[in-house]
């Protein structure tokens, strides 16, 4: 049901991040997806190129951690954990969307 | 190639979103489109094939901030359908928990979303900074009325105690007492957010609203009452469809809604102010005339001062019922069985304005069809409209200006997507 909010608010922080950090480049995303929250990974995997195409992520690989657990405490959540960004300068120039 | 990690721990949001389009040719504005994005979340369809006594709790999740107000006007249109009637202080303690809903959501409102665009700031967080004492205000008014909620409902949000006839348990007489320090306290401080409110700088903007809401003989509206407009129109509330249908547009997610024959038309405190000013609560009206605020409000942006009165009627209105409050010799009257199709119909004022539910049921309690119409997709038209009027005046803002300020045009009618309004996309099209 809320699948979209969710994915477009993802796609808002990767561009904020990028913007606060400077960088041009992610290289990795990862990600928290809860048992109990309103996407699942296989629709995030789905999702995912069209969601980061215009994005300094647009290259990124796309790792999900998701836990099968319904009483943990985050269950709810989708958490944008970590990302990896190239250093601005230091390697190959991006590659065209 | 260097590369290093960064932690984040960003947690994903769900928030309505929002988008406007406005086309400008020549100096007069063609075309204003407000987009929702939110996808349709079917609660019509999957409620066909449950249970009648289900849809009190089902179709809750549809709102957290109004979820009695979906309670209600469910229980009310399954009550119709099954002819019975809830008297006493059965119907009395369901007035309650809708002030409860009223008092937490208009304060919600009115301190956290809407006090900041009058007063300067982006949101309530930088608000508090410069006027803690006005967002403590904001916070414990809405304690005062989660409180209510709690002790009727179970708990604050998508309460649990709601049932077709009544309630599951209904509350002891010290149970409601212990309410009353709380309330004395809502009641002064909503008088506060009243005068608060009102010291604001509102601008001209005068607009040619039809007004829609209830109208009950004797009562400020919440649960009864025919269906009223300040333009004559008066019918019985199950009897919505017959003045109103839901249209599909392209632009958005969510079906708007129009008068049959005729288009848009204002839901929620301006319209039940209007069309009720004569069933406010001695203090409400006193505190109104006080403010010198009119019987009839035109002006969208003073709607955060009705929402004000409306909190002082619903803390009065709640201390009323506490006082009269004998408990009832069962919690819920009780349905008779089904033996036949029925259908029923009914309309509440949520916050926002009237919420319409039909249902049709089959023995021996199924639901076969069902239909909701909440007040945002009723006032999103007119939104449309505000908007149109809005931009038509202020042709020379540029693009910041003008987002701001249609931001704030859109607020001024807390709809449902009020929070992800400080998100609005603006698509200014000039040719």
């Given at each position: 049901?809320?699948?979209?909010?969710?994915?477009?608010?993802?796609r808002r922080?990767?561009?904020e991040?990028?913007r606060?950090?400077?960088?041009?480049?992610?290289t990795?995303?990862?990600?928290?997806?809860?048992?109990?929250?309103?996407?699942?990974?296989?629709?995030?995997?789905?999702?995912w190129?069209e969601?980061?195409?215009?994005?300094?992520a647009?290259?990124?690989a796309?790792?999900?951690?998701?836990?099968?657990?319904?009483?943990?405490?985050?269950?709810?959540d989708?958490v944008?954990?970590?990302?990896?960004?190239?250093?601005?300068?230091?390697g190959?120039p991006?590659?065209?969307? | 190639?260097?590369?290093?990690?960064?932690?984040?721990n960003y947690?994903?949001?769900?928030?309505?979103e929002?988008?406007?389009r406005?086309?400008?040719?020549?100096?007069?504005v063609?075309?204003?489109?407000?987009r929702?994005?939110?996808?349709?979340?079917f609660?019509?369809?999957?409620?066909?094939?449950?249970?009648?006594?289900?849809?009190?709790?089902?179709?809750?999740?549809?709102?957290?901030i109004?979820?009695v107000?979906y309670q209600?006007s469910?229980?009310?249109?399954m009550?119709?359908?099954?002819?019975?009637?809830?008297?006493?202080?059965?119907r009395?303690?369901r007035?309650?928990?809708?002030?409860g809903?009223?008092?937490?959501?208009?304060?919600?409102?009115?301190?956290?979303l809407?006090a900041?665009?009058?007063?300067?700031?982006?949101?309530?967080?930088?608000?508090?900074?410069?006027?803690?004492?006005?967002?403590?205000?904001?916070?414990?008014?809405?304690k005062?009325?989660?409180a209510?909620?709690?002790?009727?409902?179970?708990?604050?949000?998508?309460p649990?105690?709601?049932?077709?006839?009544?309630?599951?348990?209904c509350?002891?007489?010290?149970e409601?007492?212990?309410?009353?320090?709380?309330?004395?306290?809502a009641?002064?401080?909503a008088?506060?957010?009243?005068?608060?409110?009102?010291?604001?700088?509102?601008?001209?903007?005068?607009l040619?609203?039809?007004?829609?809401?209830?109208?009950?003989p004797?009562?400020?509206?919440?649960?009864?009452g025919?269906?009223?407009?300040s333009?004559?129109l008066r019918?019985?509330q199950?009897?919505?469809e017959?003045a109103?249908?839901?249209?599909?547009?392209?632009?958005s997610?969510?079906?708007?809604?129009?008068?049959?024959?005729g288009g848009?038309?204002?839901?929620?405190p301006?319209?039940?102010y209007?069309l009720?000013h004569?069933?406010?609560?001695p203090?409400?009206?006193?505190v109104?005339?006080?403010?010198?605020?009119?019987?009839?409000?035109?002006?969208p942006?003073?709607?955060?001062?009705?929402?004000?009165?409306?909190?002082?009627?619903?803390c009065?209105?709640?201390?009323?019922?506490?006082?009269q409050y004998?408990?009832?010799?069962?919690?819920?009257?009780?349905?008779?069985?089904?033996?036949?199709?029925?259908?029923?119909?009914?309309?509440?004022?949520?916050p926002?304005?009237?919420?319409?539910?039909?249902?049709?049921?089959?023995?021996?309690?199924?639901?076969?069809?069902?239909?909701?119409?909440a007040?945002?997709?009723?006032?999103?038209?007119?939104?449309?409209?505000?908007?149109?009027?809005?931009?038509a005046?202020s042709?020379?803002?540029?693009?910041?200006?003008l987002?701001?300020a249609?931001?704030r045009?859109?607020?001024?009618?807390d709809?449902?997507?009020?929070?992800?309004?400080?998100?609005?996309n603006?698509e200014l099209?000039?040719?």
């Amino acid at each position: 049901m809320h699948e979209e909010a969710l994915l477009r608010d993802l796609r808002r922080e990767l561009l904020e991040v990028a913007r606060r950090e400077r960088v041009d480049r992610i290289t990795r995303v990862r990600l928290r997806v809860g048992a109990l929250c309103h996407v699942s990974p296989e629709t995030l995997r789905s999702r995912w190129r069209e969601l980061v195409a215009d994005t300094p992520a647009r290259d990124a690989a796309l790792e999900i951690e998701s836990s099968p657990d319904p009483r943990d405490s985050r269950a709810q959540d989708v958490v944008l954990a970590d990302v990896v960004v190239e250093e601005p300068g230091s390697g190959t120039p991006p590659t065209s969307a | 190639m260097s590369e290093r990690t960064i932690s984040v721990n960003y947690l994903a949001r769900v928030e309505g979103e929002g988008a406007l389009r406005v086309r400008i040719h020549d100096r007069s504005v063609e075309e204003v489109e407000l987009r929702i994005f939110e996808p349709p979340r079917f609660f019509e369809a999957f409620l066909r094939g449950r249970g009648y006594a289900e849809a009190p709790d089902i179709t809750a999740r549809i709102c957290g901030i109004c979820p009695v107000a979906y309670q209600m006007s469910a229980c009310h249109a399954m009550e119709r359908a099954l002819g019975m009637t809830v008297e006493g202080p059965i119907r009395e303690l369901r007035r309650l928990l809708y002030c409860g809903e009223w008092i937490e959501s208009h304060a919600l409102h009115i301190y956290l979303l809407h006090a900041p665009d009058f007063l300067g700031y982006p949101d309530a967080i930088r608000l508090a900074e410069h006027h803690p004492e006005a967002v403590k205000h904001g916070l414990e008014l809405k304690k005062a009325g989660n409180a209510l909620m709690r002790l009727l409902g179970g708990r604050e949000i998508h309460p649990i105690n709601v049932r077709v006839g009544g309630f599951y348990r209904c509350p002891s007489r010290e149970e409601l007492d212990g309410m009353r320090p709380s309330l004395e306290a809502a009641l002064a401080l909503a008088e506060e957010t009243a005068r608060f409110v009102a010291g604001f700088d509102f601008p001209d903007f005068e607009l040619p609203y039809e007004f829609v809401s209830l109208r009950h003989p004797s009562e400020y509206p919440m649960n009864e009452g025919d269906l009223v407009s300040s333009r004559g129109l008066r019918i019985p509330q199950d009897r919505f469809e017959e003045a109103f249908e839901e249209v599909q547009v392209p632009h958005s997610h969510a079906l708007q809604a129009v008068r049959k024959g005729g288009g848009s038309y204002l839901v929620g405190p301006l319209a039940r102010y209007a069309l009720n000013h004569d069933r406010l609560s001695p203090r409400a009206k006193a505190v109104a005339g006080e403010l010198g605020l009119p019987p009839v409000v035109t002006n969208p942006y003073r709607s955060i001062v009705v929402r004000a009165i409306e909190i002082v009627y619903a803390c009065e209105e709640a201390l009323r019922i506490i006082d009269q409050y004998r408990p009832p010799g069962a919690p819920s009257v009780p349905a008779p069985p089904l033996t036949a199709p029925v259908s029923g119909a009914a309309t509440t004022e949520a916050p926002r304005g009237i919420l319409f539910h039909r249902y049709r049921l089959e023995p021996p309690g199924t639901i076969v069809d069902a239909r909701i119409v909440a007040p945002t997709s009723q006032n999103q038209k007119r939104i449309e409209d505000d908007l149109r009027e809005l931009v038509a005046r202020s042709l020379d803002l540029d693009q910041e200006a003008l987002t701001f300020a249609c931001e704030r045009a859109i607020r001024n009618h807390d709809p449902c997507i009020s929070c992800a309004t400080h998100f609005l996309n603006l698509e200014l099209v000039r040719d």
